[in-house]
């Protein structure tokens, strides 16, 4: 109370008039600042930038309810996403998200190949197996090494390595285990995806993710995809939780199919706009399937520089220096208004 007394006892010796102007005053006041604040727009992320659709956050949600006081039967998960990708269920592990995946999938020790550039974390993933990660072009690596990791679609490009390559590799290091990193796999034409090849080529293990195209990062889950023998260490010891395995469910059938597809549309014409926005100035972004652009900076530009000069106007981008490239910067594609935005920042 004596709070609103002091604020009152102020206007006591102003007639209505002032009072009035005083208060209108003060309101403008308060709009023009809010008019010049700017938003900050987070465009370093690599997923698709909208929540979960729906359905998937209600089949997790109803899983949770029903069964938060029992382990999950994670069989009916598996036996689907063999299903999806035409596989036997002996030929599937699911895991708390691709990252662990990977991790379990790495040697203890000795050179691993990463086809670079790729995803980001993935030397710190390799030197914490024990092993040791020599980066090598992601279209010709090396094949006198155990393992070889690839990424398709590339993170930081968006590339995705067509089949022939990767049958090649595979025949070229068949004593190496080769994995493909496919966790922006719901992005790429499902005619290329290496899960195809599984199969065939009894050295090649791909990981798929639901934590980027079906914006399902908040659950941990993933599948890695190849020979029995090549997936043994790879169960999670708990198992996936009941909202995971409803969430896996969801996403590998007809209807969670459909919806990546609808985003892999959408994030192609988020690239068009890019494209038509960027016609005319000094940077450019190859076309990709994937839900950010790879951009190239102006001639002379570092792309440190250009990423703090995006900062100053609150656009935050991933630097390529993150990769080692300082040439480029990683931006994600948030919706019509978000490529507006950066390619308004970009041209200021």
């Known amino acids: 109370m004596p709070r609103f007394r002091d604020y009152y006892k102020q206007f006591e010796a102003m007639d209505p008039e002032e009072v009035s102007a005083e208060l209108r005053a003060r309101r403008e006041e308060e709009k023009r600042r809010a008019l010049s604040r700017v938003e900050p727009l987070d465009l370093t992320g690599a997923g698709w930038f909208e929540p979960p659709h729906p359905e998937a956050v209600n089949a997790a949600t109803f899983a949770l309810r029903r069964a938060l006081n029992a382990y999950a039967d994670v069989a009916p998960a598996r036996e689907a996403v063999a299903a999806r990708f035409e596989l036997a269920p002996e030929q599937v592990a699911l895991g708390h998200g ?51 990791v690839l990424t398709s679609p590339a993170d930081t490009s968006g590339a995705v390595l067509p089949r022939a390559l990767l049958r090649r590799v595979c025949a070229a290091a068949e004593h190496a285990t080769v994995i493909v990193d496919e966790a922006l796999g719901e992005f790429a034409d499902p005619a290329e995806s290496a899960a195809g090849l599984v199969g065939e080529l009894p050295n090649l293990v791909v990981v798929r993710s639901f934590s980027k195209g079906h914006a399902m ?132």
Do not use: N
């Open 217 to 348: 990062a908040g659950l941990r889950a993933g599948a890695a995809l190849g020979a029995p023998e090549r997936l043994e260490r790879l169960a999670p010891s708990g198992g996936l939780s009941a909202p995971a395995v409803a969430a896996v469910l969801w996403a590998v059938s007809d209807r969670g199919v459909e919806v990546a597809r609808r985003r892999r549309d959408a994030a192609a014409t988020l690239h068009a706009q890019l494209a038509d926005g960027l016609r005319g100035t000094p940077y450019g972004a190859a076309p990709a399937p994937v839900p950010f652009a790879w951009i190239a900076a102006e001639a002379g530009e570092d792309g440190p520089a250009l990423s703090a000069k995006l900062a100053a106007r609150q656009v935050f981008v991933a630097p390529g220096t993150l990769w080692g490239d300082r040439g480029h910067i990683r931006a994600q594609l948030r919706g019509p208004a978000g490529v507006e935005r950066l390619v308004s920042a970009l041209a200021a």
């Open 98 to 148: 691709a990252g662990e995946l990977l991790r379990g999938l790495l040697p203890r020790a000795g050179d691993v190949h990463l086809g670079w550039p790729g995803w980001q974390p993935l030397p710190d993933l390799v030197a914490a197996a024990g092993g040791h990660a020599v980066p090598v072009p992601p279209d010709a690596p090396a094949g006198d090494a155990a393992t070889i």
